[in-house]
């Protein structure tokens, strides 16, 4: 009856058969486990809490110690602080003790207890039934926890991972878009399109693994002025184009040429200001012509992708344009847009008192509201230039009213730079015009809305967003609020992300600011959309400097994959040459113990090809994303060091160890054994494995994908600690399976793990 009721439990869901023929599929009964023959399973009997999700399940165990230790938090319990530990022998250390003592002695009643006790009473609420841990030690005085895991937990754990497979973390499934890569049309992808479209799709694989509805978008600059002066080219130079296509399919040369008549002809660069004003009113040759060029870039775009394994569903400038006057709209409703000569600005303020304003946020504001350097007329405010010749920080000189920028230094307020508008406000608070704030100014600031009774409008950033610029055209900045609004008010995004370079850390930072005034980052039923902008240093050459080709232009990203290629290539055939040379000797001395695999040469370019561009991904992925790094091309083909090689060669080692014992499928013995660990390399090993959770619910978090080349390239490391391990015997021995089903887990994790990188493995390198 109990075998009946357990296997019933076990495989009953699975099968979804009745009773009668469960027990008959029924194989054989061993202690704690049980084997159906249509699933073909091992199921154990084990805590109901076990996950492969081990730091999950640490942060629940901590959280509800730290509750049942001291219930007066329920309503505030900290955020679980667990890391890895620094004391030998220990894995984890919680680091909660201390934020906890702080936290109950403001509580009321207020409870004063020293860090080393907390952890004590933390301790305490652990228990011993949880059967996850085998040492829990309170370090005094400083309070910290030492954490060792316990050698069951971990081996019930993996194996769990060995039946069920990696599970990715316990999140709430939402809908996130990723707006990545995005190559201007008719120009060339170039290396600083490398990083966007590489960081950009492992982060959607992440998101995708997860469970998140994900939307890859390819916002291509594919609108704009520069298309007017594409058009223009193309009808003086095809004037039958709509008739006989025209041979443009080098749209780079084309580009150029088109820009050298702009820069030197007058009536080219009229009738390009001309060709634009009908493509963007909607004139039918021009939107054909237009589409033509898009066309012809997108059959090049295609070609990079398909290396690079990556997909995306292209909406670019273009397809925002139609909503673009119902947004600017909304934005005048809510009372968002200023007219500056002309230009419609967005400018994102926070109120402050005015009595409480921290260092330089007043001359921020005055010069954010009341100074524009690149206005073309009226450059400072007519009042606020009163006040400082009063205050001698501005003077007529020459007949032109100019502006102090330094001792004894005065520049024309007609010629007046950013640089020096920081300058005169600095001489502004020398004068004493602001601590106090001058009463003129103040009526001023009054009448223009800078100052409403006691707070002033702080400018959040220096500069505006232009949402339509002074002859009425639209910007680059109109485009990206128009498409925020359409990403959370039309697609619903829980999460959007965009993956540029820093150098539009900037830019983002606005487009959010003016979406949450906007209040455009609240669904209906008031969660919140979250933005992040994931931004990336440059590539850089062996000189350190931006990565360029030998004639000094910017490199173009296909060759750049070509050139990987050619190195994986030459390192592969070096690298089989070398392996022929040394098994002929071994088999000259009767010392060869296994066959050798030579690969032809059109499996090396496969290889090539594969390990290549992963290769190329892995480089690029293994580096904190806001550094710069030098791209060179024999490091990261090299086997030394954390490379995309080392990581196959790795994975190639686990794979190996069931073919030389003769099992063509592992799925063969899956069902029937359980991974028993003897030796401390394994529970290391089994440790590190049962970390693949957290490493991926952190890196979504954090979009930082060295997270997960650190963990690979650690968990390698550990699986070869236990490969040279002398007692680590797998061929022949009696815990054979067992060990091959550990290696399995080892090579499937780094298969998973290089597969949310974008990057294929190889069984045999």
Request: charged residues 25%; contains cysteine.
């Amino acid at each position: 009856k109990a075998t009946v009721s357990v296997l019933n439990w076990r495989c009953g869901p699975i099968l979804g058969q009745p009773m009668p023929k469960l027990c008959s599929k029924f194989i054989a009964w061993e202690e704690n486990a049980s084997v159906c023959k249509d699933c073909m399973r091992l199921k154990r009997e084990c805590p109901a809490n076990l996950s492969a999700d081990m730091e999950g399940e640490m942060v629940k165990a901590f959280r509800a110690a730290i509750l049942k230790a001291f219930p007066q938090v329920a309503g505030a319990v900290p955020k679980m602080l667990i890391t890895q530990a620094k004391a030998k022998g220990a894995h984890y250390q919680c680091n909660n003790a201390m934020g906890l003592c702080k936290q109950l002695s403001t509580m009321k009643p207020p409870m004063k207890m020293a860090p080393g006790d907390v952890a004590d009473a933390i301790v305490a609420g652990v228990g011993e039934d949880s059967g996850l841990f085998s040492k829990l030690e309170a370090v005094k005085p400083q309070g910290f926890i030492n954490i060792t895991v316990g050698n069951d937990y971990i081996c019930r754990g993996v194996n769990k991972l060995a039946q069920d497979g990696l599970s990715p973390p316990e999140v709430k499934k939402e809908k996130v878009i990723v707006d990545f890569s995005s190559p201007n049309i008719a120009k060339t992808m170039h290396v600083g399109h490398l990083r966007s479209t590489i960081i950009g799709d492992s982060i959607c694989r992440l998101f995708e693994f997860c469970g998140h509805e994900v939307l890859r978008v390819n916002h291509v600059g594919d609108w704009g002025t520069q298309f007017g002066m594409l058009i223009a080219h193309l009808k003086s130079q095809c004037p039958n184009f709509l008739t006989t296509p025209p041979d443009i399919t080098d749209l780079v040369k084309f580009y150029k040429e088109a820009k050298a008549r702009f820069d030197v002809e007058p009536e080219f660069k009229k009738v390009s200001y001309e060709e634009v004003v009908k493509l963007q009113s909607g004139d039918d040759v021009n939107l054909k012509a237009w589409q033509l060029i898009c066309d012809i870039s997108r059959l090049e775009f295609s070609e990079t992708y398909r290396q690079l394994d990556v997909t995306l569903e292209e909406k670019g400038e273009s397809y925002y344009n139609p909503i673009i006057p119902g947004v600017l709209k909304k934005l005048e409703e809510l009372k968002m847009v200023e007219t500056q000569e002309g230009a419609k600005l967005v400018v994102s303020v926070d109120w402050k008192p005015l009595d409480k304003l921290g260092k330089g946020e007043m001359e921020k504001t005055v010069s954010g509201r009341m100074v524009n350097a690149k206005a073309r007329v009226e450059k400072v405010n007519p009042v606020l230039l009163k006040v400082a010749a009063e205050l001698k920080v501005a003077k007529e000189v020459d007949g032109a009213m100019s502006i102090k920028v330094g001792k004894d230094k005065f520049v024309p307020v007609a010629t007046m730079t950013f640089e020096d508008a920081d300058k005169f406000m600095k001489e502004l608070a020398s004068a004493k015009a602001f601590k106090p704030l001058n009463p003129t100014l103040k009526e001023e600031m009054v009448r223009i809305g800078v100052i409403k009774g006691n707070e002033i409008a702080v400018p959040v950033f220096t500069i505006p967003l232009i949402v339509t610029k002074s002859d009425g055209g639209f910007s680059y900045d109109t485009t990206d609020v128009a498409a925020i609004w359409y990403r959370t008010q039309q697609e619903k995004a829980n999460r959007v992300v965009y993956v540029t370079d820093l150098g539009q850390e900037g830019h983002f930072k606005m487009v959010f600011r003016a979406a949450e005034d906007a209040k455009w980052n609240k669904h209906e039923d008031g969660s919140t959309i979250r933005f992040d902008h994931v931004g990336f240093g440059v590539v850089c050459g062996n000189d350190g400097k931006r990565f360029k080709t030998r004639s000094g232009e910017t490199a173009a990203l296909k060759d750049l994959l070509a050139e990987g290629i050619a190195q994986s290539y030459d390192v592969s055939v070096a690298r089989q040459e070398e392996k022929v040379k040394v098994f002929e000797e071994r088999k000259a001395k009767g010392e060869a113990r296994d066959e050798l695999v030579v690969f032809n040469d059109n499996e090396l370019k496969d290889i090539a090809e594969a390990v290549g561009i992963g290769a190329i991904k892995y480089c690029d992925l293994r580096q904190n994303r806001i550094n710069d790094y030098v791209f060179d091309r024999e490091k990261m083909c090299s086997l030394d060091g954390n490379t995309v090689m080392y990581m196959q060669y790795v994975y190639a080692r686990c794979c190996s160890l069931a073919r030389k014992a003769g099992i063509e499928d592992i799925e063969t013995i899956r069902a029937s054994t359980e991974i028993k660990m003897d030796l401390e390399c394994e529970h290391i090993l089994g440790l590190w494995l049962l970390k693949f959770s957290a490493v991926i619910e952190k890196t979504c978090e954090t979009l930082l994908c060295h997270n997960i080349t650190d963990y690979l390239y650690a968990l390698a490391h550990k699986f070869n600690d236990c490969y040279n391990e002398k007692q680590w015997k797998v061929v022949g021995h009696p815990l054979q399976n067992s060990r091959l089903l550990l290696a399995d887990a080892a090579a499937q994790t780094i298969k998973q793990g290089l597969g949310l990188l974008g990057i294929k493995v190889m069984t045999r390198i």
